[in-house]
């Protein structure tokens, strides 16, 4: 079965909203930090006539799609911040009802994310947590389980770790928030299909402590950072309406994970179940019809290996790039690996799940 791997990141910000770069110069930064695909989301508005690829002299065409973030102005507390792909159409409009704008999404065959959905306060930078409030809803395709400026903007918690974590932070960044992944493991244990991803939420800006003004986070450092790396058997074509539904389709099933490329690329990871007659992908299902399922795990490198399934971890192996399990009941099964950086073992891939039926 050939694969095909995909990295890109699907939540950005250009001056259409709080982003301080347009789109042809966000796409020449994530192609030289090597990415294949960036999803712009604009705060409130679905910018027209952006997508397509784009072509640099000294780095390679990188595609560019553009959703949309949305949420409520006037709601306090604030939150409820929806990442939404796929439907060529402004929706802002349904801002101030969350379920209402899921299935207009979905009305659309559209995709809909809960960004950051549990933040934790910053109170030096700005008393704002703009956490999911409304989890009574339903019909959303999943959950940013890792955004990266989120994490970050949770370091702040004074002035002393606010300038230590800007020249380094790498140091501070530690994987989602545990609040997240049980979450996350709740709704897979109550049946349903949630998809997760991961994402910079870049900005770009400048930000200023006394007379020293620097941007601290450039596109294309976020862009190295955690990413969403798509598995299709299809290959990008060139064509942008193919490839906009190979990118929105494995995003749609969950042909995907969450990489944090900083300490090592996570590209080439592959996550998969398979049984004497068939075989499947992480965000597919497989059917024990046909005899017991392993599952199988590989990584580009050392790390620390867990399986996970409900929320409890199944096995585990260390200093390892490979984990093998079979098993012989229906249920969900994830992946979680772990390395060590700067002195500390911090999260590196985060699968979506494998559905054994
Ligand atoms: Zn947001
Ligand atoms: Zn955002």
């Given at each position: 079965m050939t694969l095909n791997e995909y990295v890109g990141n699907c939540h950005n910000h250009t001056?259409?909203?709080?982003?301080?770069?347009y789109h042809a110069d966000i796409a020449h930064e994530a192609s030289r930090a090597g990415l294949d695909f960036v999803i712009v989301t604009d705060h409130n508005v679905w910018v027209h006539g952006r997508e397509g690829y784009y072509d640099y002299e000294d780095s390679k065409t990188i595609l560019i799609l553009t959703g949309e973030e949305i949420h409520h102005?006037?709601?306090?507390?604030k939150g409820n911040h929806l990442l939404v792909y796929?439907?060529?159409?402004?929706?802002?409009?349904?801002?101030?009802?969350p379920q209402l704008l899921i299935d207009k999404i979905s009305a659309l065959d559209g995709l809909s994310f809960l960004a950051h959905p549990f933040e934790r306060a910053a109170p030096i930078v700005e008393d704002a947590v703009y956490s999911w409030?409304?989890?009574?809803?339903?019909?959303y395709t999943g959950?940013?389980?890792?955004n990266y400026m989120s994490e970050f903007k949770s370091l702040i918690k004074s002035k002393a770790a606010a300038i230590f974590y800007a020249f380094y932070p790498d140091l501070g960044i530690r994987g989602p928030f545990q609040e997240t992944l049980h979450k996350w493991d709740e709704l897979l244990a109550s049946g349903k299909n949630v998809v997760i991803i991961g994402n910079s939420?870049?900005?770009g800006q400048t930000y200023s402590m006394g007379p020293v003004s620097r941007c601290i986070f450039p596109y294309k450092f976020l862009f190295q950072s955690v990413n969403t790396h798509i598995i299709s058997r299809k290959p990008l074509t060139g064509n942008i309406t193919t490839d906009k539904q190979i990118v929105y389709s494995a995003l749609r099933t969950g042909n995907c994970f969450v990489g944090y490329?900083?300490?090592?690329?996570?590209?080439?990871?592959r996550f998969h179940a398979y049984n004497e007659k068939t075989r499947c992908i992480m965000g597919e299902e497989i059917s024990l019809k046909n005899g017991p399922v392993t599952l199988e795990a590989t990584t580009p490198t050392i790390c620390n290996l867990k399986i996970i399934s409900n929320g409890k971890i199944i096995t585990q192996k260390k200093n390892t790039s490979k984990i093998k399990y079979t098993v012989n009941r229906p249920n969900n099964f994830r992946i979680e690996a772990t390395i060590i950086h700067k002195l500390q073992e911090r999260h590196w891939i985060i699968s979506n799940p494998i559905y054994v039926k």
């Open positions: 001056p259409y909203s709080d982003g301080t770069l102005l006037d709601e306090h507390p796929d439907t060529n159409t402004e929706l802002s409009q349904f801002s101030n009802n409030r409304n989890w009574n809803i339903s019909g959950i940013e389980v890792w939420d870049s900005h490329d900083l300490p090592h690329p996570t590209r080439d990871f």
